[in-house]
């Protein structure tokens, strides 16, 4: 279980993130949503430790370890957290073979070397790759190949948290499906939790337990998915909710449907 | 000539064509190079005319058969010493500019990706190595110590490893913005590690432009120093250091002066379209 | 976490504090070089003075070691010798005696006149080449021009010098080969280094007059049937003249470097001769302030050209950010 507890941040004097708090559950999906500048990314930077925290508390409890992470504490990555970045291409070293990008994953296990091939060929299996793609170079791949490698370096050490940043957000469509999918398939087959950024409300709905809505550094709702979406308890997540739908990209629930069509007659 | 801003960003990684374009053309000079090294070793083996042993009695001999490029005022023969030339000017360079190379490329990394004390610092000390004009830097330092080739060596590794610094930074600056290396550094890899994997791969294309560069770079300032009388000191056969011989000769001898000069010209003029070609294939894919 | 900088006094001053720190860094490198120089320098120095009495006396040695500071340790030793430096005292040349700016200033003029005439020269010579060659790129004109820098950059400057002594001074007995005075002695001098300025600008100034021609808002110009030359010489030109002159600005001081070559080739008086000659004879006085001069000179320039490119160049101002 991940706990962060009234966690702010401040730099130089300016405050980024404001009072959030939030639990993520084992085999739980939380998405959090929000525009740009809201604070996401800033989210998920601190949480891993490349910026540090003011106030508040981070803890978490997993199998092995049970921490509590309090400001000024220097860490880097959350044992039992895995990354999973926005841009594939930018997140795989252009000169590295992507099977030594999987492996240095696993670099602080010291397995040896035909242990590790063996995990990293296990861990492109999970994600449907063939392990013979591990010899080339990022620029070989197809970009969905190239983010399947991504998450199968976040799953190499066997996690319990996964974090996405936007996974599907610089693929095409039909690759965001696959790729949302592939998403989907790990998490029931290895009971993992996931904490998901998303613009997009369509896949929140569609895969999400719970909704944390940021704005401005603050946490705007807080709310299992079904609830967020019929009793929204902010204006500025009705307001989204429903710009989502005319863009149809969020289906209209069946309850409103024959409203819309009487509407429409 | 090349400076800083001018040398190209990141190899970023591009698709397959351009990437063989520029394996072919590496591996073409790289052909071209043994080639020239093949025909070097041959011309080493087969003169018989020893650098420098005097011969008094065919002094200041114009060109023909016996000495394709003539003899100098103490009858060596000026073709044997053009070769053997090569290897203080060609080689000295090629171990001056390593050396900078080493010195500044580890500076400039550990300044682009080390914690900011060590960036503000090393930024300052490049700033004023660089203040002091090269050739300027070079004279003072060899010529304080006592001219002779190994204070050469030091003056002239210690006035160009800035440059090598100064873009190493640069790029690594841009690397460290990546996420490739932030997942590196959640890794928890070690420093040196994630230099030596992550940065110094990318960042090879950019600094082999500036390294063929400084070298014909070197190769000037070397032969400018011997003649100057900071460098190389006679009777060794350093190209430099011929044309200062030659000079005395310039009515009655003008080809010992015109071809260590045109060994000077010829080999910088080499290296430097051989780094104007690199820079051509590495830039294509950035514009 | 940024901070824009307050405007532009506050750029000026954060440029004078890098100046300074480099500045320190300059004299501390310097004193470095003297620092390490081998052998006594006390000795050295008794020796030039009372160089008609045979001899010196180790009591005078002992009294120059003080008034030197000789025997203190390395800092102290450096700011005894840097004390006098920021009075603007040079100390005397070891060799003659002499006060240290009585013997470079008329130097520095002869170098000065060297080195301005040859760069206007080197600069119009390659103005020119450069218009010319891209006007078209990859004609013929283009192709000589580029082919005639590349050559050049390759050609030590000090055989440039020798060859240019051989055609014009030896065989053709047009000029005279060397000394300083007449405005015939300054040609052949002038030739060489201009040559070298004009291959290093050349193509520098080509690719930025390519680069400002690609700009798109030039079409617009052609769209409202401005003309070719008008574009040319209004927009293009305009465009392309704020790099270079930072790159003017920064072959100003490496002028110098090249002075030292040609002066000595020439045997003209000047810096670069009188640099040559000091080191020679181990004239340290002499050697510092030189080396010094030709630092600061280099820095100031590089801090004025930067200000410079500030003030013409609005969007640099507002997007220099101070993270």
Redesign the interface.
């Known amino acids: 279980m991940l706990a962060v507890n009234s966690l702010c941040v401040d730099?130089?004097s300016?405050r980024l993130l404001d009072d959030i708090s939030f639990t993520l559950k084992p085999g739980e999906c939380l998405c959090i949503v929000g525009e740009s500048g809201s604070g996401k990314t800033t989210l998920l930077k601190t949480l891993l430790g490349l910026m540090p925290f003011s106030q508040g508390q981070i803890s978490y409890q997993f199998a092995e370890e049970d921490c509590q992470l309090n400001p000024g504490h220097q860490y880097l990555g959350l044992p039992g957290v895995s990354w999973v970045m926005q841009n594939p291409l930018a997140a795989l070293n252009p000169l590295q073979p992507v099977g030594r990008a999987v492996a240095e994953s696993l670099y602080h296990k010291s397995l040896s070397k035909q242990k590790e091939a063996e995990r990293v060929a296990a861990a492109f299996r999970k994600v449907e790759l063939s392990p013979e793609l591990a010899r080339r170079l990022p620029s070989q791949l197809s970009i969905g190949q190239a983010q399947r490698v991504c998450i199968a370096r976040a799953l190499v050490c066997l996690p319990e948290v996964i974090i996405f940043d936007e996974p599907l957000s610089a693929l095409d469509a039909v690759v965001q499906k696959q790729i949302a999918w592939v998403i989907d398939g790990i998490k029931t087959a290895h009971r993992l939790s996931y904490l998901f950024v998303t613009h997009d409300l369509g896949f929140a709905d569609a895969y999400a337990d719970k909704i944390l809505l940021l704005r401005d550094g603050c946490v705007e709702a807080y709310q299992p998915v079904e609830e967020f979406f019929s009793a929204p308890t902010s204006d500025y997540g009705a307001e989204l909710i429903e710009a989502a739908r005319i863009l149809g990209s969020l289906d209209a629930p069946a309850a409103m449907a024959p409203v819309l069509l009487e509407a429409s007659a | 000539?090349t400076?800083i801003e001018?040398l190209p960003s990141v190899y970023e990684g591009s698709d397959g064509a351009e990437l063989t374009a520029l394996r072919r053309f590496l591996i073409r000079t790289g052909i071209g190079i043994m080639v020239f090294l093949g025909l070097y070793a041959m011309a080493l083996l087969l003169t018989p005319y020893d650098p420098n042993t005097a011969d008094f009695l065919s002094r200041l001999q114009s060109p023909g058969a016996a000495h394709w490029l003539g003899t100098d005022h103490l009858g060596r023969d000026v073709a044997t010493r053009i070769i053997y030339g090569a290897g203080w000017s060609v080689g000295l360079a090629l171990v001056i500019s390593v050396c900078g190379a080493v010195i500044g490329v580890l500076i400039g990394l550990c300044a682009g990706a080390g914690p900011q004390w060590f960036d503000r610092l090393s930024m300052?000390?490049t700033?004023?190595?660089?203040?002091?004009?090269?050739?300027?830097?070079a004279?003072?330092?060899s010529?304080?110590?006592?001219p002779s080739t190994g204070n050469m060596v030091l003056a002239l590794v210690m006035v160009s490893w800035m440059r090598y610094a100064r873009l190493t930074r640069s790029l690594t600056l841009v690397l460290n913005q990546k996420d490739f290396i932030v997942q590196a550094r959640l890794n928890r890899l070690p420093f040196w590690l994630i230099l030596w994997r992550h940065f110094l791969p990318n960042l090879r294309l950019g600094l082999l432009v500036l390294w063929t560069n400084m070298w014909?770079r070197t190769i000037?300032s070397i032969?400018?120093l011997s003649?100057?009388?900071?460098g190389v000191q006679p009777p060794q056969a350093e190209w430099?250091a011929m044309?200062v011989d030659g000079?005395a000769y310039?009515?009655t001898a003008?080809y010992l002066?015109?071809f260590?000069?045109l060994a000077?010209?010829?080999t910088?003029?080499a290296l430097?379209?051989i780094g104007?070609q690199l820079r051509d294939h590495i830039q294509k894919p950035v514009d | 976490?940024k901070?824009i900088a307050n405007g532009v006094t506050g750029l000026i001053c954060q440029r004078l504090a890098?100046l300074l720190?480099?500045m320190f860094?300059?004299s501390?490198?310097t004193f470095l070089?003297?620092y390490?120089?081998?052998g006594d320098k006390a000795l050295a120095i008794g020796q030039a003075r009372y160089s008609g009495e045979g001899d010196v006396q180790p009591e005078i040695i002992a009294m120059i070691r003080e008034e030197f500071g000789l025997d203190k340790p390395f800092l102290s030793q450096f700011f005894h010798w840097l004390s006098p430096l920021l009075q603007g005292d040079l100390g005397r040349s070891l060799v003659s005696q002499e006060e240290v700016w009585l013997i470079v200033i008329p130097n520095l003029q002869e170098t000065l006149t060297l080195s301005i005439t040859a760069l206007l020269l080197g600069l119009g010579l390659a103005f020119v080449l450069s218009v010319v060659s891209a006007q078209k790129p990859g004609s013929l004109m283009d192709r000589v021009a580029i082919g005639v820098a590349?050559?050049g950059?390759?050609?030590?400057?000090?055989?440039l010098g020798?060859?240019l002594?051989?055609l014009f001074a030896?065989t053709l007995q047009w000029l005279p080969s060397y000394g300083s005075g007449s405005f015939s002695h300054l040609i052949l001098p002038a030739t060489t280094l201009a040559l070298w300025v004009m291959?290093?600008q050349t193509?520098?100034f080509r690719?930025f007059l390519l680069e400002a021609q690609a700009a798109p808002h030039l079409e617009a110009l052609r769209l409202r049937q401005v003309t070719e030359t008008e574009i040319f010489w209004c927009h293009v030109l305009r465009h392309a003249l704020i790099p270079a002159i930072t790159?003017i600005g920064i072959e100003l001081?490496?002028l110098?470097?090249g002075a030292?070559?040609v002066e000595?080739i020439f045997s003209r008086n000047g810096i670069g001769s009188l640099?040559?000659s000091s080191?020679?004879s181990?004239d340290y006085p002499v050697?510092m302030c030189?080396?010094l001069l030709?630092?600061?000179s280099?820095?100031l320039i590089n801090t004025l050209v930067e200000l410079l490119q500030d003030a013409i160049n609005p969007v640099k101002r507002v997007t220099r950010v101070v993270v």
Not at chain 2, 127 to 137: C, K, T
Not at chain 2, 227 to 230: D, N
Request: proline share 5%.
């Open positions: 730099v130089s300016q | 000539m400076d001018t300052r000390t700033d004023s190595f660089f203040a002091f004009p090269e050739l300027i830097a004279i003072a330092i010529g304080i110590l006592g014909s000037l032969s400018g003649f100057l009388g900071f430099g044309l000079k310039m009515l003008p002066m015109i260590p000069g000077v010209l010829i910088v003029l430097n379209l104007d | 976490m901070k890098g720190a480099v860094g300059v501390f490198l070089l003297y390490f120089a081998p590349s050559v950059a390759a050609v030590p400057s000090y055989w020798l060859m002594i051989l030896a291959t290093t193509r520098l690719s790159m001081a490496a110098l470097e030292v070559i000595v640099f040559v080191v020679m181990r050697i030189l080396v030709s630092a600061f280099y820095v």
